[in-house]
Nanobody, 120 residues
Framework: QVQLVESGGGLVQHGGSARLSCAAS????????MGWHRQAPGNQRELVAR???????IYADSVKGRFTISRDNAKNTVWLQMNSLKPEEAAVYYC??????????????WGQGTQVTVSS
């Protein structure tokens, strides 16, 4: 199994910035990708950003140019830098990891989530 621990959430003014971190531990040897999803009350959980083992990144269209995902493979840690935050982006942000098992099967893991609140 893989354990994911997030930190960095909190209260941010609209237009402000926050930096989230996610540390992976446990059976981390075959993690293929790590990323972030968010879920606001009444909404679906949506992809925010993801970084693959080769360094390739993807972003939701709504956050391109404002959010940046980065990683430190040696420490199995991923960060999400969020700039120019909007009130509608207040949500619980979840770290996610995908791991290859047995050369073909895949497992998905989730952190407990960290609350980001954006105030006026």
């Amino acid at each position: 199994q893989v354990q994911l621990v997030e930190s960095g959430g909190g209260l941010v003014q609209h237009g402000g910035s926050a930096r989230l971190s996610c540390a992976a531990s446990g059976n981390i040897f075959s993690i293929d990708a790590m990323g972030w999803h968010r879920q606001a009350p009444g909404n679906q959980r949506e992809l925010v950003a993801r970084i693959f083992d080769d360094g390739t990144t993807i972003y939701a269209d709504s956050v391109k140019g404002r959010f940046t995902i980065s990683r430190d493979n040696a420490k199995n840690t991923v960060w999400l830098q969020m700039n120019s935050l909007k009130p509608e982006e207040a949500a619980v942000y979840y770290c996610n990891a995908v791991r290859t098992v047995g050369g073909s099967s895949m497992e998905t893991y989730w952190g407990q989530g960290t609350q980001v609140t954006v105030s006026s």
